[in-house]
Every structure is written in structure tokens, then in C-alpha cells.
């Protein structure tokens, strides 16, 4: 499920709705939010039928904010997406803070924008989660936080007791040098044939070190550091040394693939599948693969996944 940050497909069609980049939706209020449920070959034919829903509605524009490629057994992807009329709205630029013990609780993506000063820690049991935000904000106060965000929560044993982890902040905190989670890869061909076109093109391409949006600060802690969170794409090294990078619905849909895969088996956990994906993608001579489609068969209980390779 790709739904925590603002997604945008990239794709051709004659509808007249045009679709908004991401700055143009964040700035805008939309008139009506649609979902839409269907079997679509391809990310841009899921576009495709987003654009010709606005037009039916007399939308202006759309932009979509997630698309659900997880498909269980049917296959269907369910796309959601906003939709504005010419004249919308400018959106509301206030963000309405919680507050405990006079500091603020920040919003992943304005907390993942700014850098901590430290991090605190408490550990007990809390019977609800405004318990855990009044020890946190309290521990916070005494190091002279302004603000705070909690980046870490989990159980410390069967008895209910948690761990919980939060990055502090001062009012003056510096903005982080970060950049969108859908950028295209620096060193795939789509990504040099955007910086060799230059212009709107060239700024879809990641910045090599600059961080995800996505991904918090590590220049106070590295606790959390995962495949997955450490500011670039999730990837699979192989036995011998080569690594196997795999793209979101987004990105994906930024570039053109020169292959598919289809395999059937069966797989403990989604990390199973991706090493298998990452293993077909080699031997093909990929760099990149998107999983397009997982469904379970019925007969035998195997999952088969259609895989998008790039280079």
C-alpha cells in the first residue's frame, strides 16, 4: 500500500483533466476525493482511468494520492485520487498542533523536514496513547525541546510495558536538504535520458545523498535504520555482490520497462518474495524491478507475482 506520501503517475492520454505536480496539489483544495477499483495491464492505464473520471465530473485537474498494488487474490488495484475544479481553493497553510506540556507534537512530514537536537526515551506502561505523549512531551521539556516527534513504539515484554523513542526539537531547528521518495534513479537509463533532456525532466532524478522525505534524520540516532529507511530504495544484494533495486508504483510509472517476469511459489514473507523478484530481475539482466501484480492461488496455496524489470 503506497499511502503515506503524495503520489503522482506519470502517463499520456486525451482526456482534458491534466494532472497537477505535487507542489500545484499541496497548494490547492480539491472538490471531491474518488477511489477507483479495477484490473488495469499497466500503472498508466490506471492513470488513464482516473483522467477520464475527472472529465466526467468536471474536474479541471486531479492528482493521484494512492494506488493499492498489494491484490490478494482478485488482482484489482484500487486507485485513489483528489480532484479540482479551475477556480479550487487555495489550501489551508496552518497546521493545527497538539500540544502537551506546552510543546508541540509535529506531523511526520514537517518532523522528517527538520533536524533534532536529541532524541529522549521513556519506558513503563501507558494505558492510552495521550499518556504516551504527555511522558514523552514531559521528557522533552527537560532537555529544552520546543517540539517533538515519536519515531520509535514498541512492546517491551507481554506485560504491556512499551519502549518509546522520540526525536526532540529547538524552535530555530534546520531544515534537512531532502528529496521526493518517487524520484527516479540516478543511474537507470530513464534516469540519465532525464538529465541528458535537462529542464522538468532532469528534476524527477534523484539527487545522489540527499535523503527521502520519506526517511528521518540520522544525525542524532540510527536505531531504526533498515533496508527501507535509510534514505535510499529498497534493494537486494545477491550472492555474488550485485544489487537488485526495487521501485514503487511512482517511480515505476517514470520509466519504461524492457521486460516481465511471472513466478509462482511459496513465500513466508514479503522479503522472500522481493530476494525472488531481485534474483529473476538479474538473470535478465535488470537493475530494478516493480512488482506489478501478487495473487494467491486457490488450488495449493502458492502466490504467483508478475514483475516490471528495468535497467
Given at each position: 500500500m503506497l499511502a503515506s506520501t503524495l503520489l503522482s503517475l506519470l502517463a499520456g492520454n486525451a482526456f482534458a483533466a491534466k494532472e497537477l505536480t505535487p507542489e500545484q496539489a499541496a497548494a490547492l483544495k480539491p472538490f471531491e476525493r474518488i477511489n477507483i477499483t479495477g484490473r488495469f495491464n499497466a500503472i498508466g492505464d490506471a492513470a488513464d482511468a482516473v483522467s477520464k473520471r475527472a472529465d466526467e465530473l468536471n474536474a479541471d485537474s486531479y492528482y493521484i494520492q494512492g494506488i493499492n498494488d498489494s491484490n490478494g487474490n482478485s488482482g484489482n488495484w484500487r486507485v485513489?485520487?483528489?480532484?479540482?475544479?479551475?477556480?479550487?481553493?487555495?489550501?489551508?497553510?496552518?497546521?493545527?498542533?497538539?500540544?502537551f506540556n506546552g510543546l508541540k507534537e509535529l506531523p511526520k512530514a514537517e518532523a522528517y523536514r527538520l533536524e533534532p537536537f536529541d532524541t529522549v526515551t521513556v519506558t513503563g506502561f501507558f494505558p492510552s496513547q495521550p499518556?504516551?505523549?504527555?511522558?514523552i512531551s514531559?521528557?522533552?521539556?527537560?532537555?529544552?525541546?520546543?517540539?517533538?516527534?515519536?519515531?520509535r513504539q514498541v512492546d517491551a515484554n507481554t506485560g504491556g510495558n512499551q519502549f518509546i523513542t522520540a526525536y526532540i526539537y529547538k524552535a530555530d531547528a534546520k531544515q534537512r536538504a531532502v528529496q521526493s521518495p518517487d524520484s527516479i534513479p540516478a543511474d537507470s537509463q530513464a534516469g540519465k535520458a532525464a538529465l541528458a533532456a535537462g529542464g522538468a525532466e532532469a528534476k524527477k532524478v534523484e539527487i545522489p545523498g540527499v535523503a527521502s522525505s520519506e526517511t528521518?534524520?540520522?544525525?542524532?540516532?540510527?536505531?531504526?535504520?533498515?533496508?527501507?529507511?535509510?534514505?535510499?530504495l529498497y534493494s537486494v544484494t545477491l550472492p555474488d555482490g550485485r544489487e537488485i533495486q526495487e521501485l514503487n508504483a511512482v517511480t515505476a510509472a517514470q520509466m519504461q520497462p524492457f521486460d516481465t517476469v511471472t513466478f509462482s511459489g511459496h513465500f513466508g514473507t514479503?522479503?522472500?518474495v522481493s530476494q525472488e523478484a531481485a534474483k529473476r530481475a538479474a538473470g535478465k539482466g535488470a537493475k530494478f524491478y516493480h512488482i506489478t501484480r501478487q495473487w494467491q492461488n486457490q488450488s495449493g496455496g502458492n502466490l504467483t507475482v508478475t514483475a516490471d524489470l528495468f535497467k
Open positions: 485513489t485520487a483528489d480532484l479540482y475544479k479551475a477556480n479550487a481553493p487555495k489550501a489551508s497553510q496552518e497546521t493545527d498542533y497538539r500540544m499518556d504516551v505523549n504527555e511522558a514531559k521528557a522533552a521539556k527537560e532537555k529544552g525541546a520546543a517540539s517533538f516527534f515519536i519515531v528521518p534524520s540520522n544525525s542524532v540516532c540510527r536505531f531504526f535504520e533498515t533496508q527501507s529507511s535509510t534514505g535510499k514479503p522479503t522472500e
